[in-house]
């Protein structure tokens, strides 16, 4: 009963390559989040979606791509992956902007 | 932007031992979470606590949101309780992290 999972857990790349994240929550939610955490364990926000639209893009490269087929679902792809991609993603939900958030299990992506 | 500042950076605790984690923000919130970030990396949800005081075990929280700052308070600590505890703020749907404090615990 896993309220917000996250495919793959670890992932190992090659500069270059694209790839993509994906990730599913059970908890009727309608806002969905990526967080990236650092080697130096620090979290920033990447996206926001709400109802399947965007509401928050941070200054992220045009390489990173979200989308959200619907409520329960927000993939991220990211294209031509560099080192500095190397990093942990977490995806998150909440039931608005203001509630509580819950986050997945997260996925390691290093990129070699 | 808000602002967050943690502290302490880092702690070392003999078992059994109390600690207070200090959380300090730069701007009114209506969001801010207590997370426990274990050693295998998972993000573990302690405390939604933007304003008022809650409790659940040995673990207890405070937010003063006049005053900008939010306590996390662990009695009788245990070694499981080892890990990164991060405060995270939002007053836009984005939660902004603070640089967390690790906290070890010793047997």
């Known amino acids: 009963d896993t309220a917000v999972s996250q495919t793959p857990k670890y992932l190992v790349t090659q500069m270059g390559n694209d790839k993509s994240i994906k990730c599913e929550q059970n908890l009727g939610h309608d806002t969905m989040y990526w967080y990236k955490q650092d080697s130096k364990k620090f979290l920033k926000i990447m996206f926001s979606y709400n109802n399947k639209e965007l509401i928050i893009n941070e200054t992220v490269p045009n390489r990173f791509s979200p989308k959200s087929p619907d409520k329960a679902h927000l993939n991220l792809h990211i294209n031509s992956l560099e080192l500095g991609d190397s990093a942990v993603y977490f995806c998150?939900?909440?039931?608005?902007?203001?509630?509580?958030?819950?986050f997945g299990p997260g996925t390691r992506l290093t990129v070699t | 932007g808000i602002q967050v500042e943690q502290s302490p950076p880092d702690l070392i605790l003999q078992e059994g031992a109390n600690s207070t984690l200090r959380c300090n923000f730069s701007?009114?919130?209506?969001?801010l979470q207590w997370f426990h970030q274990n050693p295998w990396g998972q993000l573990i949800n302690l405390f939604y606590i933007p304003s008022g005081t809650k409790q659940n075990g040995r673990l207890s929280a405070t937010t003063v949101a006049t005053e900008r700052y939010s306590l996390l308070y662990i009695s009788s600590s245990q070694t499981t309780d080892s890990g990164v505890y991060f405060c995270?703020?939002?007053?836009?749907?984005?939660?902004?992290f603070g640089q967390g404090t690790t906290l070890q615990v010793k047997p």
């Open positions: 995270a703020v939002s007053n836009t749907g984005k939660l902004i």
């Open positions: 998150a939900s909440s039931q608005d902007t203001r509630s509580e958030q819950y």
């Open positions: 701007d009114s919130v209506n969001n």
